[in-house]
């Protein structure tokens, strides 16, 4: 069955380390996503992709990037960790004109 | 810019009671309707989603959504709640028409959790 995946799902790591997170689906979907969700912040946009080589900033996209080399994957980078970057990361993919789909998350816990 | 206002943060209902999850958008046109649910330590799995027509939407597990245009609501309903059913309920917008997955960027509201009592 296809499917989207995440990697790790639970991460912790040190101030001022580079961290990226794995996203990988198997449905062919030319559009990937990135969120985060926050308490009481519900899921925000971090950066998405419409296809190889597109990528975008979204809604609260300072101290991340990414990069798409292919269609499955949609690595998301933490360039240096901060304390504000402890989330929950949400992967999502989709075809154009059509809902997404979401990966079981990574909680990511910066100290 | 477009918003989500979900005016109930936490909702508790005893099972077998009905339910009904306020949505609210702020757009300048109709835009695509979508609401998610999330079970604790789990991904979102969408319930249903509303682009056009019939404004009365089914979805999965005996959900259903009204889309009120003059309302701009989006409201989520369900005649008789189950246990299964406590989890965080999302509604999210996406801008209609356009090409591309920018027509496709969701905004989500910030969640309504749903305790059920046995």
């Known amino acids: 069955d296809a499917e989207i995946t995440q990697s790790p799902r639970h991460k912790i790591t040190e101030t001022g380390r580079q961290v990226t997170l794995a996203c990988h689906q198997t449905?062919?979907?030319?559009?990937m996503f990135w969120y985060r969700q926050d308490l009481g912040h519900g899921l925000r946009l971090i950066h998405y992709s419409y296809g190889v080589q597109d990528t975008n900033k979204g809604e609260v996209s300072d101290g991340y990037s990414v990069s798409r080399s292919n269609t499955e994957d949609l690595p998301l980078t933490l360039e240096s960790a901060a304390s504000s970057q402890t989330s929950v990361y949400f992967c999502?993919?989709?075809?154009?004109?059509?809902?997404?789909?979401f990966g079981p998350g990574t909680r990511l816990t910066v100290t | 810019a477009q918003s989500v206002t979900q005016p109930d943060i936490h909702i508790t209902v005893s099972e077998g009671a009905s339910l009904e999850l306020r949505c609210n958008y702020s757009?300048?046109?109709?835009?695509?309707l979508f609401w998610y649910v999330q079970s604790p330590g789990q991904g979102l799995q969408l319930l249903l989603k509303?682009?056009?027509?019939?404004?009365l939407v089914q979805g999965i597990k005996g959900f259903e959504a009204e889309f009120k245009r003059s309302q701009s609501s989006f409201n989520l309903r369900k005649p008789s709640v189950h246990w299964s059913d406590a989890a965080e309920y999302f509604c999210a917008v996406a801008p209609l028409g356009g090409s591309g997955a920018g027509s496709y960027q969701l905004t989500f509201g910030k969640g309504t959790k749903l305790s059920v009592i046995p």
């Open positions: 509303y682009f056009s027509g019939d404004t």
């Open positions: 757009y300048g046109a109709t835009p695509y």
């Open positions: 449905w062919n979907h030319n559009n």
């Open positions: 999502a993919s989709s075809f154009t004109g059509d809902e997404q789909y």
